[in-house]
């Protein structure tokens, strides 16, 4: 299936990891109601957040975590960690009151960053669909 190609899907991942802030303004930019969730963005201007130390540290929370959960893919060791770690985040951001519709918005936004890099193509999107499904069905039921 295509979710064993994630070799392709990691080293396409590695190319992008590194615009943690890019990631997360273009999330903001399309759904202000994602950064009203944060107690220190709410209200505030995006493109003057954007050049600060607190944006780029929580940029590099969220994409650490994901350069995590990909790193720990094609190992079925590791599935144990993916789970505990996906769990995690669900029931974390629960009780921080966010649904599944907004991480339906942050997957949206996401994708149309992935999709506008170079390292993207048929192949890389075949694979990171079919593991993402099984990522965010973990995370929903976690949410829900
Ligand atoms: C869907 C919209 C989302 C909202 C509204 C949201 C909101 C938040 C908030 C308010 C915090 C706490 C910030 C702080 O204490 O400084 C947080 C923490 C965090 N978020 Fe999100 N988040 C979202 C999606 C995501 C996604 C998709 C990921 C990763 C794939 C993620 C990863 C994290 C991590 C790793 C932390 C720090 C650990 C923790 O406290 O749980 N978030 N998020």
Known sequence: TPCDDFKIMQEAWNTMKNEEVEILYTVFKA???IQAKFPQFV???????????EFAVHA?????FMTEVISLLGNPDNLPAIMTLLSKLGKDHKSRGIT???F???HEAFHNFLH???AWND???AA????EKKIRKVINANLE
């Open 31 to 33: 759904y202000p109601d």
């Open 43 to 53: 209200g505030k201007d995006l493109e003057t957040i954007k050049g600060t130390a």
């Open 100 to 102: 599944v519709k907004q």
């Open 123 to 125: 192949n890389v999107d």
């Open 128 to 131: 990171w669909h079919c593991n």
């Open 116 to 118: 506008t890099h170079s």
């Open 60 to 64: 590099t929370r969220i994409v650490s």
């Open 104 to 106: 339906d918005e942050f």
